[in-house]
Every structure is written in C-alpha cells, then in structure tokens.
C-alpha cells in the first residue's frame, strides 16, 4: 500500500482556470508536507511546503492540509502553460530525514 | 552557481558492468540523498547520509554502495548493473530536519543494455 498517493492524471485545465490537485497519506504520524514541480527531463523543485492544519498562500499558490483527513491539496490560481508540469506531493514524519513522494499528478494548461 | 551537482548526466552501459554516480553539493548541507525515479515517475529514496554517516538505508539491492567521502559529496557505486537499474538517479541535499526543503541535482539518466 503506497504510503501517499496522488490522481497520476493527467489533469487538462484551461489557462486562467484553476487547478486543484490532490493527495492523501497514510502515516499518521506526517507532519511536514511539501508539493514539488518537475518538469519533463528536469529535477523536482519546491512549490509549498506546509505544516499546519488549514491555507497556506504564496503567489498563484495554495496548499491546504486537514490532518484529520490525511489530505493535502495545492491550488494553482489564474493557471499558466508554464504551470504544465508533473506536480509531487510528499511527506516526513518528524525527526525522520526520509521524504516519502506520491507518483505525482501530471498537469496540462490548456491554451 | 550550481547548488548540488551530480556527473555524469547520462550514462549508458551494458548489463554486468560497474559503474559510479557522484554528487557535491555547495550549500553547507549536512544531509545527503539518493533517490531512484523509474519510468513512471515514482520517486523512491534510496539511502541517506548525514554529516558522512549512513541514516536512511532502504531495501535496496546491495549492488548498490552509497560512500560519502565528506559531507559535501555523497556517491553511488553499482556493481554488476541488471536491465532493471535503467532509471533516473536523483541526489538531492537538506539541512537535515524533516521540515527543511529538499534540493536536488539534475539527475543522472542511466540505461542499461
């Protein structure tokens, strides 16, 4: 059982929309939770990071996390073609290095 | 200037060969980390080091030796290499907290023949 796991997509939203993408984890004991870009043929890049129950804006970018229900989701406000992108969700369990990923949402703006 | 480097970018060699993966990182990091991403995108730790000492040690076939010289650079030996191993061998660094980002290299996209 994936320990977080994530819509492998892809997911088509129209430029200027917004896009909503989606993860849950299964280790109750995750408390840092961080959404990364990738872009084909490039490394991962961190977008958000969050670590408390509710919003967390930065730019076009929210993350929102409900511990309760073990999700995680990132919203892409105003989605650009530049947003087309595989987005990781991932989580560690405090005091533990390991950073566990989700096998990624793949995510087309549509022009 | 690049933060964490890995060499070299592509790698293509026949099955049963041994062959190195290394990786420094400039940003004073103590912690230190091999990630394996398959065809499909999953990616998937593999060992880390802190400060040259071995931390994170998944199941991982032990083909695979991981050697920190120093805490700025952190290598990837794979002996004996099999078709399954073809991926993308990602390094990546932190501060070393649970809470801390992640940094990664650009990757090193290996097949095997």
């Known amino acids: 059982q994936k320990e977080v796991e994530q819509n492998s997509g892809p997911l088509s939203v129209p430029e200027g929309a917004i896009a909503s993408l989606n993860c849950t984890y299964s280790d109750r004991g995750s408390q840092s939770f961080f959404w990364y870009r990738q872009y084909s043929g490039k490394s991962p890049e961190l977008i958000m990071s969050?670590?408390?129950?509710g919003d967390k804006e930065d730019g076009r970018f929210t993350a929102q996390l409900n511990k309760a229900s073990q999700y995680v989701s990132l919203l892409i406000r105003d989605s650009q073609p530049s947003d087309s992108a595989t987005y990781l969700c991932a989580a560690s369990v405090f005091g533990n290095e390991k950073l566990t990923f989700g096998t990624g949402t793949r995510l087309t703006i549509i022009p | 200037d690049t933060a964490v480097s890995q060499t070299p970018k592509y790698l293509v060699t026949q099955m049963g060969n041994d062959k190195s993966i290394k990786c420094e990182q400039n940003?004073?990091?103590?912690?230190m980390y091999w990630y394996k991403q398959d065809s499909k995108k999953f990616l998937k730790i593999m060992f880390s080091?802190?400060?040259?000492?071995?931390?994170i040690n998944e199941t991982v076939p032990n083909r695979f030796s991981p050697k920190s010289p120093d805490k700025a650079h952190l290598n990837l030996h794979i002996n004996s290499l099999e078709l399954g191993d073809s991926a993308v061998y990602f390094c990546a660094s932190s501060s070393g907290t649970s809470m801390e980002t992640q940094y990664f290299g650009p990757g090193t996209r290996l097949l095997v023949l």
């Open positions: 080091y802190n400060n040259k000492e071995l931390i």
């Open positions: 940003l004073g990091h103590d912690t």
């Open positions: 969050i670590y408390s129950n």
